[in-house]
Each structure stands twice: as structure tokens, then as C-alpha cells.
């Protein structure tokens, strides 16, 4: 507990002459320091790092052709050397799926992450900042589509995007167009709460005295709105953020485990999955790594977002 | 009585809020109805494995107005065409008066898959998903106090960090990770080693029946699944609002004036502390009911998650839309209790 009392050893009398001219500390210094004494957030830190070096490492020992490749002669084999994971219902390397399967999951949660960032941030922006009408019809746009339990939302455009959209070159790998479909329909669900986060932020922080002092000196408002108000809520829109990235692989999975979401030959965690549970008695290694993979890196990626929360909170002391 | 009171000076607000859900049910309505069209031809799927006639097909379009322009068909699903007439033979001569009444007086269609009124159809599932949703719900809340109370009175405790550590795992883990691990430890391995094991899919056994025991021993792993997510997060939640409450004057107070331990705690405590989740369990509907697709379709749980599923993939528009609709205004009244529950339970709290 903290006390406003002075005490014998008050802070000021302890401090040494270096650490009173030492330069104040920035945002990111301080961060840091409050982020490591997290011990659920290093420890999420290090798991995130590890899956991370897992899925992109191990592209240099296993080529995707490994990872699509069927092999009916071995199919449903258990865990073996030759198979670390096992295989899968037509044969193919269940470890060399899962590496493939994890970028593509991870880059999933990234970019839908991103997408709802555009959406939420602007919509919250605009809203919390002009206010009045054009925040009224924006704020009903947004409890429209908070009405509907967005696992709803998300299987029925799923559905509706995913008309045979073609596959895609890149980096010299075949993507199936669906990825871009769920990356796009995640985006376009998840946003509502973080536009409500942003707006409050802005209607709060509007009334600030340096808004005031911008104006007077003659900013424009996109000047007010993006180099004023903006840097001073990423607080909360990085937390959101990183949550978000969450929040995304596990939709992804579920909408790919419920059979709407990438279609092959494109592998991510999540469609691994899809009629996994009708083998549950005869392959457990179907269902059991590309779930742990997922369940590990949710958990990771809350604890980071748990310690940055704290980490980045101004009223927080701890230094 | 003081209920009575508070719903009368509450009228006016649960009035404008009710008013302000017109326009957001209008909203959310014609935004999935309009994704709904797009979804691919209903009429390709209806013939099952025989392949429709395409005249079949053009007539089978007719008959159920998919011919029509689609904010036509909206209107139609809203208010209903009892008020004009179609052309069902197709001569260019609308010579037929509609049946359906629309929406807003009750009639929410015909299923194209089967052609039985959606009401009906949604009808049969409702009830086996507010089985596992109303049971679900009462697990969590009883659980999820137990584990609180005990953690904030033994805070730091080697139990309660072990509690923070697992409902912190629980909570991160996702809903068919959960269900396919108990399935696989308490089906699979429990069978495996001559233990009792618990059923994994339906309702009953065919040739045991529906009997009350059959169902409740199918429920447990459906009820689970649903419920772990909740009870680890609502379990820290009253966590922490029940060592704020510890620490405040008034039970600093009871304290002082030698107050019995567990009627400070039960009583004086717990009564403030529980008041939030009394919002949050009614704001929390929605994510209950997506984890039920996901429960519902591992467990093979005859509800109405199963029945979106399959509809959603067959482009049943009726059905599906009726299911989304009962479910937004579901949300909005629940919402509405909720602030009204609250209200009551906290004087403090006013509406304008």
C-alpha cells in the first residue's frame, strides 16, 4: 500500500545524485521494467517465442511438399521416429502439418488482428471525436452487430465468402483463397468491442488541455486525431490488440473445425482438427498436437497481453 | 414491493430502450438477411441425391419467391404477402394471394430444407439447448462462488495460487480442446480400463430410452465442455471483487463489533461482492450460446447449435434467420434484465 505520508525514508531522500540527473525513463523503458517482473507474462513471452521458432525453424529441416504430401500405405500411424506426431487419415506427417499449419494460423491471428485495428480504431475515433449524429448512427452500426453472438456471424459469412475463390501465389507457395476469406470475416466481427474501448478514450481525452492547446495553435483536426489523441490511448489498443491475435487463432479453429473455415491443401491448426473427434477412441495424435499447439499459444499470447496491460498502465508505480 | 416501485420509475428508460432496439433489430435483420441470399442456390440441395429438372428448379424458385428482387423478399419476410398476389404458374398473371404473414406478426416461414414452419423446427431443438444451457448455468454459478470465496479468504495461499495457475490455463483453453481431451480420459480410457464411462454422443442409448437418468449421465461432458471456460473466469472474477469488499469500512465494522466469521462472510461480504456477476451472467449469453455450436456438434446434442449448423450449410434462409433473430432479441431483453436486476439490487445506481 502506498501512503502519501512523509516518512523517515521518504523516496526523495534515498534517491543518489546519479539517479536524479539520469534521464526520465520513456514509455517503452518503463514498460519493459513493470513487464518483467510479470512472471506469467516472461513466462508467456518465452512459449510464444518458442512455438514461434518451432513453426518458422522448422521450414528449414521440412519442405511444405512434405507436409502435403499423402501417403495412403502409412495412414493413421502412431507416433513413431520416422513420424514424431504420427499421420493423419490419409497419410500425411502430422509434425510437418503442424509447422505449416502454425504459420498459417499465426498469420491469421496477425492480420485479422489488423484488420480489426483499422476497423475499431476508426470507427471508435471518429465516433468518440465528432460526436453527436455521426456518433450516434456509428454506435447503433456497432450494438447491431454485437446482437448476434459473433460465432453466429462468423460461420454465415464464412459461408457467404467462400464461393470458390481462387488460390493464391505467393513466396512461391500455393495459399487456398480461403485464408484471406477468414482473415477478412474475423476482422469484420471482432471489432465492436475495441471500438467502444477507442471511443471512450476519445471522448475522455478530447477534453484534455493539450487538445485544447492543439487547437489553439491551429491543428488540424486529422493533426488532433492521429499525432494528439491517438499516441496517447495506445495503451489500451495495444492490449486489445495482442488479445485479439487470441482471439483470432481460436476462431479460426473453430470455424475450421467446424468444417466453414481454409480448405485444403492449405493445413492450419485449426482445420487439423475438423473430424478429428470421430477417431477419438483409435487416434488420439489426430487431435492431440495441433490442439495443444493452439491451446499453448492462446495461453502465451493472454499472459502477454495480462503483463502488458499492467506494464503499460499509467496509475501503475511499480518501476 | 421495492421492485414494483423501481419498475415504475424505471418505465420510462426500459421504454426508450425498448424503442431503441426497433431500429437495431431493423438494422442487424436486413444485414444478414441480404448475406443470407448470396449463400448459394437452397434449391440445388433440395432434391437430395436425384438432380432437380432445371423447369423443377425454375418452378420450385416460383413457388417459394426466390425469383423475387431481394429487398422484395425481405419485405415479404418481415410483413409478410398476404396483402398481394403472386404468379405461381408462371404465365406472367399474378393470380395467387399470399399465405405468409411475416415476422412481425409471428410467421417466420417455412423451412426450405423440410418445409415445416420454422417455429416449429426451432421448436423441437429449443428446448434440448436450454437443457444443457440453463443446467450449464447453474454449474458455473455455484462452482464458480465456491472456488471464488474459498480462493480470496486463502489468498496467496499455496491453494490459491494453485486455483490462480489453473483457472488462468482453463480460461485460455479452447472449447473443443477441453471436450476432446474429457472425452478421450473419461470415455475413451475410463472404457478402456473397466472404469464406469461416460457416454460421448446423443442424448440416450436407442435401446435404453429417454429416461431421466440416460439424459443426465449424456449431459455431463456437454455441460462441462460449456461450463469450465465461465467457472475459471467467473471464479477469479469474484475473486477479486470479494477481497475489494473484505477490505472495505462497514465490514471492518462487523469485525469490530464481533460479528460471527461466516455471517460476515456469507452475509455482510458476499452480498456486495456477487452484485456484478448478476450483469456479467446476463451479458455473457451470447458466448454461451456460440460455445453450444461447438459443444453441441462434437457431443452430437440435438440443439438448436447443431440445427444453425446444418442449416447455415444447407442456405436455409428462413431458418436460419429465424434462429439469429430470436436469439438478438434474446440478448437485448437479457441485456435490459440485466440493468434492471442491477438497479434493483444496487440503489446507488440510477437511470435516466
Known amino acids: 500500500m502506498e501512503t502519501n505520508l512523509p516518512t523517515p525514508a521518504s523516496p526523495i531522500a534515498t534517491l543518489i545524485p546519479d539517479e536524479l540527473e539520469s534521464p526520465p525513463l520513456s514509455l517503452g523503458q518503463l514498460t519493459w521494467r513493470r513487464f518483467r517482473r510479470h512472471k506469467m507474462a516472461i513466462f508467456g513471452a518465452v512459449t510464444l517465442v518458442l512455438i514461434i521458432l518451432y513453426t518458422f525453424g522448422g521450414m528449414l529441416f521440412v519442405s511444405e511438399a512434405d507436409a502435403n504430401r499423402t501417403d495412403t500405405g502409412a495412414r493413421m500411424q502412431a507416433p513413431s521416429i520416422e513420424h514424431p506426431f504420427g499421420t493423419d487419415t490419409i497419410g500425411r506427417d502430422i509434425m510437418a502439418r503442424t509447422i505449416y499449419g502454425g504459420q498459417i494460423s499465426i498469420l491469421i491471428g496477425l492480420t485479422a488482428m489488423f484488420v480489426e485495428l483499422l476497423i475499431g480504431v476508426s470507427i471508435g475515433a471518429f465516433s468518440g471525436f465528432f460526436g453527436g449524429k455521426t456518433d450516434s448512427i456509428l454506435m447503433r452500426f456497432t450494438e447491431a452487430v454485437l446482437v448476434i453472438p459473433q460465432i453466429f456471424l462468423l460461420l454465415v459469412m464464412a459461408k457467404y465468402f467462400a464461393q470458390s475463390i481462387p488460390n493464391i501465389e505467393m513466396l512461391g507457395r500455393t495459399f487456398s483463397g480461403s485464408v484471406v476469406v477468414i482473415i477478412i470475416v474475423i476482422g469484420i466481427t471482432s471489432w465492436p468491442y475495441l471500438a467502444r474501448i477507442v471511443r471512450s478514450q476519445f471522448l475522455s481525452m478530447k477534453e484534455y488541455d493539450f487538445v485544447l492547446a492543439a487547437r489553439a495553435t491551429g491543428a488540424s483536426t486529422r493533426d488532433i486525431i492521429f499525432r494528439h489523441i491517438l499516441p496517447n490511448s495506445i495503451a489500451p489498443i495495444i492490449v486489445a490488440g495482442t488479445l485479439g491475435v487470441a482471439a483470432a487463432i481460436t476462431l479460426e479453429a473453430y470455424i475450421s473445425f467446424l468444417g466453414m473455415g481454409v480448405r485444403p491443401p492449405t493445413a492450419t491448426w485449426g482445420n487439423m482438427l475438423e473430424g478429428a473427434y470421430n477417431y477419438i477412441d483409435t487416434a488420439w495424435w489426430l487431435w492431440f498436437f495441433p490442439g495443444i499447439l493452439i491451446a499453448l499459444i492462446v495461453l502465451a499470447i493472454n499472459f502477454l497481453g495480462d503483463g502488458l496491460r499492467d506494464a503499460l498502465d499509467p496509475h501503475s508505480r511499480a518501476v | ?352
Open chain 2, 1 to 352: 414491493m421495492r421492485l414494483h416501485n423501481l419498475l415504475k420509475t424505471m418505465s420510462r428508460y426500459i421504454i426508450r430502450r425498448l424503442l431503441q432496439a426497433i431500429p437495431l433489430l431493423f438494422i442487424i435483420s436486413m444485414i444478414l438477411f441480404i448475406l443470407m441470399q448470396n449463400m448459394g442456390d437452397p434449391v440445388a440441395t433440395m432434391g437430395g441425391r436425384k438432380v432437380t429438372r432445371s423447369e423443377d428448379r425454375i418452378r420450385l424458385t416460383r413457388q417459394l419467391g426466390l425469383d423475387k428482387p431481394i429487398l422484395v423478399q425481405y419485405l415479404y419476410w418481415l410483413v409478410g404477402n398476404d396483402w398481394t398476389k403472386t404468379d405461381l404458374d408462371g404465365d406472367g398473371v399474378a393470380e395467387t394471394p399470399g399465405k405468409r404473414r411475416g415476422v412481425l406478426r409471428g410467421d417466420f416461414g417455412v423451412s426450405l430444407v423440410n418445409r415445416k414452419p420454422v417455429t416449429m423446427v426451432v421448436g423441437e431443438r429449443l428446448s434440448n439447448t436450454l437443457l444443457l444451457m440453463l443446467t450449464a448455468e447453474a454449474i458455473i454459478l455455484v462452482a464458480s462462488l465456491l472456488i471464488g470465496i474459498y480462493s480470496a479468504l486463502h489468498q496467496y495461499t499455496a491453494m490459491d495460487n494453485t486455483i490462480t495457475t489453473l483457472t488462468f490455463i482453463l480460461y485460455s483453453m479452447p472449447v473443443f480442446f477441453f471436450a476432446l481431451l474429457t472425452m478421450y480420459i473419461f470415455a475413451v480410457n475410463f472404457k478402456a480400463w473397466g472404469l464406469p464411462y461416460l457416454p460421448t454422443v446423443g442424448m440416450f442409448e436407442p435401446e435404453q430410452g429417454k429416461t431421466v437418468s440416460q439424459v443426465a449421465w449424456h449431459m455431463v461432458l456437454p455441460v462441462a465442455t460449456l461450463s469450465f471456460g465461465f467457472i475459471a473466469g467467473y471464479s477469479r472474477y469474484i475473486r477479486s471483487t470479494m477481497l475489494e469488499t473484505m477490505g472495505q469500512d462497514y465490514v471492518r465494522t462487523a469485525k469490530a463489533k464481533g460479528l460471527p466469521r461466516p455471517e460476515i462472510i456469507y452475509i455482510h461480504a458476499l452480498k456486495n461482492a456477487a452484485l456484478p456477476i448478476v450483469t456479467i451472467v446476463a451479458l455473457d449469453l451470447p458466448f454461451l450460446l456460440g460455445g453450444a455450436i461447438v459443444t453441441e456438434r462434437i457431443f452430437g446434442w440435438p440443439g438448436m447449435g447443431r440445427l444453425f449448423l446444418d442449416h447455415v450449410s444447407r442456405s436455409d434462409t428462413p431458418v436460419v434467420m429465424g434462429i439469429m433473430m430470436m436469439i438478438a432479441v434474446a440478448v437485448i431483453i437479457f441485456q435490459l434484465i440485466a440493468d434492471v436486476l442491477y438497479a434493483w439490487l444496487d440503489p446507488r445506481i440510477r437511470y435516466k
